[in-house]
């Protein structure tokens, strides 16, 4: 973690001895196009954070990001690599070939 991560809640609750023994985060990112408004906020973040099982090896950071073009793009794979770049995340979602899935149906 870094130290603004460490800030976040609901790291900044815990002490630094049980944060350094986490194993898993699950990152959260919230993207709107404008600031949302404190419940809004609140909502999301609670609604979100029920799907995380934390343990005192896993826990989660939820970030809100403002994206004020967010629907002015094209949605496909371009578009979700350049989201992820802005919220800081090295992932990369790799093109895939449709051929490669037709395994997976159930004719």
Same mark, same amino acid.
């Given at each position: 973690?870094?130290?603004?991560? &460490?800030?976040?809640d609901? #790291?900044? !609750?815990m002490?630094?001895e049980d +944060? ?5 985060? @699950?990152? +959260?990112a919230?993207?709107?196009?404008? &600031? #949302? ?5 609140? %909502? ?15 826990? @989660?950071? /939820?970030?809100e !990001?403002?994206?004020?073009d967010?629907?002015?793009?094209d949605?496909? /794979?371009k %578009? %979700? ?5 802005? +919220?800081?995340?090295? !992932? +990369?979602i ?8 037709? !395994?997976l149906?159930?004719?």
């Amino acid at each position: 973690f870094t130290e603004e991560d &460490k800030k976040l809640d609901p #790291l900044c !609750y815990m002490e630094e001895e049980d +944060i350094n023994a986490i194993l898993n985060v @699950f990152r +959260i990112a919230l993207i709107n196009d404008e &600031k #949302l408004n404190e419940e809004d906020s609140f %909502f999301l973040k609670s609604f979100f954070s029920d799907f995380v099982n934390n343990t005192n090896l896993t826990n @989660f950071i /939820i970030t809100e !990001y403002i994206q004020e073009d967010l629907y002015d793009h094209d949605v496909n /794979i371009k %578009f %979700f690599n350049k989201i992820l770049k802005d +919220i800081g995340s090295n !992932y +990369i979602i790799e093109e895939f070939d449709e051929m490669n899935w037709i !395994y997976l149906s159930q004719d």
